[in-house]
């Protein structure tokens, strides 16, 4: 059934592998050979391109702030804006649970790990195509490009966390707001392995697009609407997931109202009527069942969750921490593991 | 002792031919094109028969084989379309063979464009750092031979400017230059030298000796059968993905001179075994050479005119496209360029998904008699990198002809013939 150079079947899919039979210099060696089917992380292979990875990472960097006015001021201003909108419409008009926590600290340290999981893989995702002569003139290993980008939106997270820290501290030490719900604590330090979890994430989704954007330049333009609705799928960057709001309630209730009808339906004689009343029912809790099913699927509510939990000083939300580590290492090794599956087909594709 | 180099039964294959349910390049499938297809294929398959016949599979290269020891220098010789690219993209990992083996003993560094990876907002010293580092130096390398790539490049007084302020020779003369500071056991090279003043590619041309002499491992691919014939005393020949031939470069250039001259004077650019080189905002697609009345032709007679037609197709906007036809010998020399802008305002504006006939007509081409070839470019202002740019696209050859009505074909030492008006009389006492 296949039909281009897309469909290339097993047998066709071939890949170099180099073998390093010694150390010294003078004794490496490269075989190049067919090799079909899926691989996983050639680790020795990026570890000698560990400077490659570091340059390319330097360079995204440097790129960016060069010819720009306000320069590194960019890594804190756009989380910043989106901190005054969710201050003013979640914080002011919606009055969302923060667990006692001033609303604008309460989004913005959820923000700035967010905001770098999002300009993360939105970079990682057009890495490849970006840096196309990367793929077609030379050899380097693939993975570095959209590794690199995951860490020049790294280099932007620590920017944005230092004047988080200044932030906190400013509000607690020096503002009139009520800041009991923070409690600073050595807790803090859980925020590094939450970060590596991100970062993990943030690597395999971003290759995984990187690659798909090489085979399909559909998600050029799907990225940022991705990115777009992953963020209202994370409920946790604009309220606490701790406290069952209104609407996690609804369901609860309508969980009730339908065994009552079952059991109802069991007893009695059903009716035309009562059967639409249950169908009914059903339909309701299936739709938000759903959506809220879905929803948890998602890692990055546990993340963000935990990361400002671990940061404010509250209890850790262990059990959605260990779904989303599940899920992390799930989409690290998916992702990589497709990208090294169509990486033989890069230069002949692009 | 071991080769350095072993090609053993390299093969590749590339599923060409059908373009997708909607009509678009295979290669810039959209989602839409895989989802029709999807839909499509069932009821095709059951119209057609089988799937297999609508698949065509494409061998670029066929159990090509051979060896080069430690300094050694091979040239690969061949038209476009050869396979020779194909060779250098396997051997350097950038593309992988569909069956067969190569082992490669020693490190191994790449030469397939310069300054890859350049990026026009970082500095020199920048860039020197960033290609260095994605042609496998590592940055200790680097910084020790840093002073001779800025002193090789000629660019000491910009090295802390940003290379797009650079004029395009200096931005090549500073990507040979860290590549030819590369301290590796094997060196590839594709076709560099196309690019650079003449004083410049003297100095590359002898930079090149230089790592061969020193027992470096050096394959080089090249049109210009000059630099061939001067820097590898071995070459091979390939012919339509074959090894054709394996011997001295001396008995390979002239092999491949014998064999030219075969094609008819016109050329499908869609064959994805061009190689081609630019942006892909537009790419030709088709060329012709004409008489002026209109005839396709492939020879022609010494002082007749030429037509060149050829069509484009734009995948984006450009605006002050132009055309250069560019002829070269046999060998590889340039004879000239016509360029599309020289000759008053004829640039032209490009728009996505239109195709474009671009005809230019020389009324009489004064060439000697030989073969000669056409590679032609398409550029849109005066951007370094070429929108499309196709080496060797077509080959012509002029046959002998009174071209001065003397009944005597002029004597053929020489490429090009000019008119001329004599006199000779006595000096006045």
């Known amino acids: 059934m296949s039909d281009t150079l897309m469909d290339d079947t097993d047998s066709h899919v071939a890949r170099a592998e180099a073998v390093l039979p010694g150390s010294a210099r003078g004794d490496r060696g490269t075989v190049i050979r067919p090799r079909s089917g899926w691989a996983f992380i050639n680790v020795g292979e990026l570890w000698r391109y560990r400077e490659l990875l570091f340059f390319l990472t330097w360079r995204d960097v440097k790129i960016r702030y060069k010819q720009s006015l306000l320069g590194i001021a960019w890594a804190v201003i756009q989380p910043t804006l989106y901190m005054v909108v969710f201050t003013i419409i979640f914080g002011k008009m919606a009055k969302v649970p923060t667990d006692g926590i001033p609303y604008p600290l309460f989004s913005f340290s959820a923000l700035i790990l967010w905001n770098f999981y999002a300009v993360?893989?939105?970079?990682?995702?057009?890495?490849?195509?970006?840096?196309?002569?990367?793929?077609?003139?030379?050899?380097?290993?693939?993975?570095?490009?959209?590794?690199?980008?995951?860490?020049?939106?790294?280099?932007?997270?620590?920017?944005?966390?230092?004047?988080?820290?200044?932030?906190?501290?400013?509000?607690?030490?020096?503002?009139?707001?009520?800041?009991?719900?923070?409690?600073?604590?050595?807790?803090?330090?859980?925020?590094?392995p939450i970060l590596l979890l991100t970062i993990l994430l943030a690597l395999g989704v971003g290759?995984?697009?990187?690659?798909?954007?090489?085979?399909?330049?559909?998600?050029?333009?799907?990225?940022?609407?991705?990115?777009?609705?992953?963020?209202?799928s994370t409920p946790a960057i604009y309220m606490s997931i701790n406290e069952p709001s209104a609407d996690a309630a609804a369901p609860a209730v309508a969980q009730q109202d339908k065994s009552?009808?079952?059991?109802?339906?069991?007893?009695?004689?059903?009716?035309?009527?009562?059967?639409?009343?249950?169908?009914?029912?059903?339909?309701?809790?299936?739709?938000?069942?759903?959506?809220?099913?879905?929803?948890?699927?998602?890692p990055m509510n546990g993340l963000i969750a935990s990361f400002r939990s671990a940061l404010l000083g509250h209890a850790l939300p262990w059990r959605e921490l260990g779904y989303s580590t599940l899920m992390v290492v799930i989409g690290f090794i998916c992702g990589c593991m497709y990208f090294y599956r169509l990486e033989p087909k890069f230069a002949d594709i692009i | 002792?071991?080769?350095?180099?072993?090609?053993?039964?390299?093969?590749?294959?590339?599923?060409?031919?059908?373009?997708?349910?909607?009509?678009?390049?295979?290669?810039?499938?959209?989602?839409?094109?895989?989802?029709?297809?999807?839909v499509k294929a069932p009821i095709r398959n059951l119209r057609s028969g089988a799937a297999l016949g609508r698949v065509e599979d494409f061998w670029s290269l066929s159990d090509v084989s051979f060896d080069v020891n430690e300094g050694d220098a091979l040239a690969i010789v061949g038209a476009n379309g050869a396979g020779k690219s194909t060779i250098l993209k396997i051997l350097t990992q950038i593309t992988t063979p569909t069956k067969g083996r190569a082992d490669l003993r020693g490190r191994v560094g790449s030469l397939l464009e310069?300054?890859?990876?350049?990026?026009?907002?970082?500095?020199?010293?920048?860039?020197?750092?960033?290609?260095?580092s994605i042609l496998g130096m590592?940055?200790?390398?680097?910084?020790?031979?840093?002073?001779?790539?800025?002193?090789?490049?000629g660019i000491e007084k910009f090295i802390e400017t940003p290379v797009k302020r650079y004029s395009s020779g200096m931005k090549v003369r500073l990507g040979f230059a860290v590549a030819a500071h590369l301290d590796l056991e094997i060196?590839?090279?594709?076709?560099?030298?196309?690019?650079?003043?003449?004083?410049?590619?003297?100095?590359?041309?002898?930079?090149?000796?230089?790592?061969?002499?020193?027992?470096?491992?050096?394959?080089?691919?090249?049109?210009?059968?000059?630099?061939?014939?001067?820097?590898?005393?071995?070459?091979?020949?390939?012919?339509?993905?074959?090894?054709?031939?394996?011997?001295?470069?001396?008995?390979?250039?002239?092999?491949?001179?014998?064999?030219?001259?075969?094609?008819?004077?016109?050329?499908?650019?869609?064959?994805?075994?061009?190689?081609?080189?630019?942006?892909?905002?537009?790419?030709?697609?088709?060329?012709?050479?004409?008489?002026?009345?209109?005839?396709?032709?492939?020879?022609?007679?010494?002082?007749?005119?030429?037509?060149?037609?050829?069509?484009?197709?734009?995948?984006?906007?450009?605006?002050?496209?132009?055309?250069?036809?560019?002829?070269?010998?046999?060998?590889?020399?340039?004879?000239?360029?016509?360029?599309?802008?020289?000759?008053?305002?004829?640039?032209?504006d490009l728009f996505p998904g239109?195709?474009?006939?671009?005809?230019?007509?020389?009324?009489?081409?004064?060439?000697?008699?030989?073969?000669?070839?056409?590679?032609?470019?398409?550029?849109?202002?005066?951007?370094?990198?070429?929108?499309?740019?196709?080496?060797?696209?077509?080959d012509f050859e002029i046959v002998p002809a009174d071209v001065f009505g003397t009944g005597k074909h002029p004597k053929k030492a020489q490429k090009i013939f000019l008119e001329s008006e004599w006199s000779a009389v006595a000096a006045p006492a």
Not at chain 1, 209 to 232: C, G
Not at chain 2, 138 to 153: G, N, P
């Open chain 2, 354 to 394: 239109q195709r474009y006939v671009v005809d230019c007509r020389l009324p009489r081409l004064n060439l000697h008699p030989g073969i000669y070839a056409v590679s032609i470019e398409l550029r849109s202002g005066y951007n370094l990198k070429a929108v499309d740019f196709i080496e060797r696209a077509v």
């Open chain 2, 187 to 348: 060196l590839l090279i594709d076709e560099v030298l196309a690019v650079g003043d003449a004083e410049f590619q003297r100095k590359c041309l002898g930079k090149m000796d230089e790592v061969a002499q020193s027992g470096r491992t050096v394959l080089f691919v090249s049109h210009n059968m000059a630099a061939v014939e001067n820097l590898c005393p071995r070459a091979i020949l390939l012919d339509h993905g074959k090894l054709l031939m394996d011997s001295t470069s001396r008995d390979v250039v002239s092999t491949y001179l014998s064999r030219l001259g075969t094609t008819t004077g016109t050329r499908d650019l869609t064959d994805p075994t061009i190689t081609r080189v630019g942006t892909g905002k537009a790419e030709f697609e088709h060329i012709e050479l004409r008489t002026l009345t209109g005839d396709s032709l492939a020879k022609l007679g010494m002082g007749d005119g030429i037509h060149f037609h050829t069509v484009l197709r734009a995948e984006q906007e450009l605006r002050g496209t132009f055309v250069n036809f560019i002829i070269s010998d046999a060998r590889g020399d340039l004879i000239t360029i016509i360029h599309g802008s020289d000759q008053g305002d004829t640039t032209f």
């Open chain 2, 138 to 153: 590592t940055r200790s390398e680097i910084k020790s031979q840093f002073d001779q790539i800025v002193e090789f490049a």
């Open chain 1, 120 to 192: 993360a893989i939105a970079q990682a995702g057009n890495s490849l195509l970006m840096s196309s002569p990367l793929v077609t003139k030379v050899y380097v290993p693939r993975l570095t490009i959209p590794f690199a980008s995951v860490g020049s939106a790294l280099f932007d997270f620590f920017v944005s966390f230092s004047v988080l820290l200044m932030v906190m501290v400013f509000y607690i030490n020096f503002s009139a707001v009520d800041t009991s719900g923070v409690h600073v604590g050595p807790i803090m330090f859980m925020v590094f």
């Open chain 2, 114 to 132: 310069v300054g890859t990876g350049f990026h026009p907002e970082l500095t020199g010293r920048e860039n020197i750092f960033l290609n260095g």
């Open chain 1, 207 to 232: 290759t995984m697009l990187a690659a798909l954007n090489v085979a399909y330049r559909d998600f050029k333009h799907t990225i940022p609407f991705l990115v777009q609705l992953w963020m209202f």
């Open chain 1, 260 to 298: 009552e009808a079952s059991v109802k339906g069991m007893a009695e004689e059903k009716t035309a009527n009562q059967d639409e009343a249950d169908t009914d029912a059903n339909a309701e809790l299936g739709i938000w069942g759903y959506v809220k099913k879905a929803l948890q699927l998602n």
């Open chain 2, 1 to 38: 002792m071991a080769p350095r180099i072993k090609v053993e039964n390299i093969s590749k294959c590339y599923r060409i031919g059908q373009k997708s349910a909607s009509g678009n390049d295979p290669r810039y499938r959209m989602l839409r094109d895989v989802l029709m297809d999807a």
